[in-house]
């Protein structure tokens, strides 16, 4: 169907969908839609489309998507003053750490601030992604990050350069694990030509395991901006341990939405199905490979249980994630279910467990 919108108005779209930009002037957080071009909105996410001029749209929704029309713009005019921030430093890399409760729009303004930093000008954003529970880029239960260089929708759409493998989808349960997966990325990240590392950090944020959590982050990273994303004043315990004039405070976008418990769990599924996407099973015996915890192995595997792990190559190279189907004890080897294709060095058990449809099932 088409739809015109008038100028200063902005399409929510909640996907799965596909929209093309027929005639008129149209952006998706700052970053210009051309005339003709498509824009895939996954589902379970949410893309605003704002219209400089009058825009025709031609929208493909999917099952369950919808779209809805309101006045403005969706991106608060505070998110500006960290980006004039940003562009007058002249530190290279600079550090940026993004705060803020679930569903406050921390991906949203990463992807704005991504599309700021790059227009019109030659420079790279490494973009690191500690969420292990809603990942946007990498598989769900690991950190990882990605480099853009030109404008974007959904930072969803950045390639997974390298990652760590925590094994669980909230850093509740492994906090120093997660912090030392993040100290790792951050320091591979930075030693790449960048000229901003962008850190989205997840929403782990309320009681004094949080504050603490958080605080070893900045600690650990020394960013040059804390950009905290407020819906009220859920941050005012963590962000007055902080204080400075490199900690800000912005608004909410009122484009977020608040996901249910299940509708989290559809994302994080989604992310294990694009990395095991044409996966086979692969036998790996036990003695040519290091596996952690070196107890991890469990006795009896459970068919319809599924332990998702970690593979990597030489070093630190994250190869991508797995599944467990079963065990040759007798001859010692591991069956695992997954798309990679290299040969790896380590496997690394994690928690979660999935079905042969890839979908997380209890303990």
Excluded at 89 to 107: F, M, N, Q, R
Excluded at 213 to 223: A, V
Aim: proline fraction near 6%; hydrophobic fraction near 40%; charge should be positive.
């Amino acid at each position: 169907m088409q739809q015109t919108v008038q100028p200063n108005r902005t399409l929510i779209v909640d996907g799965p969908a596909s929209i093309q930009l027929i005639t008129g002037k149209a952006e998706v957080f700052g970053n210009p839609i051309k005339e003709s071009q498509r824009v895939v909105v996954k589902g379970g996410k949410r893309l605003p489309f704002f219209t400089v001029e009058t825009a025709v749209f031609n929208v493909l929704l999917g099952a369950n998507a919808s779209i809805q029309e309101i006045e403005g713009n969706t991106v608060p005019e505070s998110w500006n003053r960290p980006v004039r921030t940003l562009l007058d430093l002249e530190k290279k890399p600079a550090v940026i750490v993004v705060l803020g409760a679930p569903d406050s729009g921390k991906s949203s303004f990463c992807t704005y601030l991504v599309n700021k930093l790059v227009e019109g000008k030659s420079c790279r954003v490494g973009v690191l992604d500690g969420d292990l529970g809603q990942s946007d880029i990498g598989p769900s239960a690991s950190v990882g990050y990605g480099l853009a260089s030109k404008p974007l929708t959904d930072i969803y759409n950045l390639r997974l350069q390298n990652g760590y493998f925590v094994g669980v989808t909230s850093p509740v349960a492994a906090t120093n694990k997660t912090i030392e997966g993040l100290t790792a990325m951050m320091s591979e990240v930075s030693g790449r030509i960048v000229d901003y590392v962008l850190v989205n950090t997840d929403g782990f944020i309320s009681g004094d395991a949080a504050i603490n959590y958080k605080l070893s982050l900045i600690k650990d990273f020394k960013p040059d901006v804390v950009v905290a994303i407020q819906i009220k004043d859920e941050l005012e315990p963590l962000t007055a341990y902080l204080g400075g004039p490199g900690v800000m405070v912005v608004e909410s976008s009122p484009a977020s939405s608040l996901r249910t418990a299940e509708k989290r769990k559809s994302l994080r599924e989604m992310t294990y199905t694009r990395y095991l996407k044409k996966a086979k099973l692969q036998c790996y015996p036990i003695s040519q490979i290091t596996v952690e915890p070196r107890n991890g192995v469990p006795k009896v595997q459970e068919p319809e249980k599924g332990i998702l792990v970690g593979l990597y190559g030489r070093g630190t190279k994250f190869l991508g994630i797995g599944v467990l189907r079963a065990i040759n004890v007798g001859r010692r080897v591991l069956k695992v279910q997954t798309a990679v294709s290299a040969k790896p060095i380590r496997l690394v058990f994690g928690k979660v467990l999935l079905n042969e449809k890839l979908q997380e099932i209890e303990a």
